[in-house]
């Protein structure tokens, strides 16, 4: 059973691997599965520097080779030479597109969000997604390989939306889960997978940083009874998770090793949701009375 999940002899991409959050534990976890080379990319030296002590403080991966490589994911001669570091050892069997950003105050609805936030979080979220599926594929083909696995990461807020604005971002986690189901059917022939994994609200430095920094609706802080900044976007979250707590990257981490292992060989083109049920359940805070009856206008009083 323990071969199902297994990573021995496959050569694996991450990209958005640092900053301690999924993609640090599905290094983690990938290395523990004893994938033979891991390439780990971040737009941040610093933050791949944090990325080798973390593996360091996981103990010893005797079966796996780490290569530490700086990239922009959103700039395509960066992601051409990150995938070329893979030809000497015969190129990529697995690669998970991890890289994201949340644009935070800059994001919002239709009137509040920013140009800025739009143009930063496609050319990260969206351009660095397909880029990274584009040279995936090049790569596969380059050294022949029998299958590949391509996982990337959208999020719950793709499908379903989100009560606190943040068009800019849910729209292109939307795109990427598009973009998935697509690139799966074409490319089914070559037998290399792509799915979408979609992660509900996990415990991480970046959604930590929107939940509890400034930028709260007065609309929201007013319906929640709180004061502009006073933490209503967490709170506004929090009681929509039917198993009351936030979860762990290491779960988000655990399904990406389900999606790049054999074990799910048949398993294509689907949004894989990991959000303690979030999006399957009816579960709303106590709010203000409802708006007047509308009558059906179709049926005669």
Same mark, same amino acid.
């Given at each position: 059973m ?8 496959? #050569?694996?991409?991450i %990209?958005?691997a /640092? ?10 976890l ?16 610093c933050?791949?520097d944090?990325?080798r002590?973390?593996?360091?403080? #996981?103990?010893?991966? +005797?079966?796996? %080779? ?10 395509? $001669?960066?992601m ?16 998970? #597109?991890?890289? /994201? ?6 994001d919002g609805?239709?009137?509040?969000? %920013?140009r ?14 397909w880029? /990274? ?5 090049l790569?596969? @083909?380059?050294h ?13 807020? $793709? ?25 799966a059917?074409?490319?089914?022939r ?25 930028g ?11 004061? +502009?900044?006073?933490?209503s976007?967490?709170? @506004? ?7 009351g707590?936030?979860g ?17 060989a ?7 949701a990991v959000? $303690?049920?979030?999006?399957k359940a009816?579960? %709303? ?14 049926v005669?009083?």
């Amino acid at each position: 059973m323990t071969e199902l999940y297994s990573l021995k002899g496959k #050569n694996v991409v991450i %990209t958005g691997a /640092g900053g301690y959050n999924i993609g640090t534990q599905t290094a983690i976890l990938f290395a523990k599965s004893g994938a033979s080379t891991l390439l780990l990319s971040d737009v941040s030296q610093c933050a791949l520097d944090a990325l080798r002590c973390a593996l360091a403080r #996981n103990g010893a991966f +005797p079966d796996s %080779t780490f290569i530490f490589h700086a990239c922009n994911v959103s700039d395509d $001669g960066s992601m051409a030479d990150l995938f070329s570091q893979l030809d000497p050892l015969g190129g990529p069997d697995v690669v998970v #597109n991890n890289a /994201g950003v949340f644009p935070t105050s800059a994001d919002g609805d239709a009137i509040t969000s %920013t140009r800025a936030a739009w143009d930063t979080t496609y050319l990260v979220n969206v351009l660095g997604t397909w880029l /990274g599926r584009r040279y995936a594929v090049l790569a596969m @083909r380059r050294h022949a390989k029998p299958r590949g696995s391509v996982v990337n990461l959208g999020s719950v807020a $793709g499908p379903i939306g989100s009560a606190i604005a943040q068009l800019a971002y849910t729209s292109s986690k939307g795109a990427v889960a598009a973009m998935t189901r697509e690139l799966a059917i074409v490319h089914a022939r070559e037998s290399i997978r792509f799915n979408c994994l979609c992660p509900g609200p996990v415990n991480s430095p970046m959604l930590n940083h929107f939940l509890d920094g400034p930028g709260d609706e007065e609309e929201e802080s007013a319906e929640l009874g709180g004061e +502009p900044n006073s933490g209503s976007k967490r709170r @506004r979250r929090e009681v929509h998770l039917p198993q009351g707590r936030w979860g762990d990257s290491v779960e988000v981490a655990a399904a990406a090793l389900f999606l790049a292992a054999d074990a799910s060989a048949f398993v294509n083109a689907i949004d894989l949701a990991v959000d $303690g049920g979030l999006t399957k359940a009816f579960v %709303t805070p106590l709010g203000p009375p409802s708006a007047a009856f509308i009558p059906n206008f179709s049926v005669s009083p």
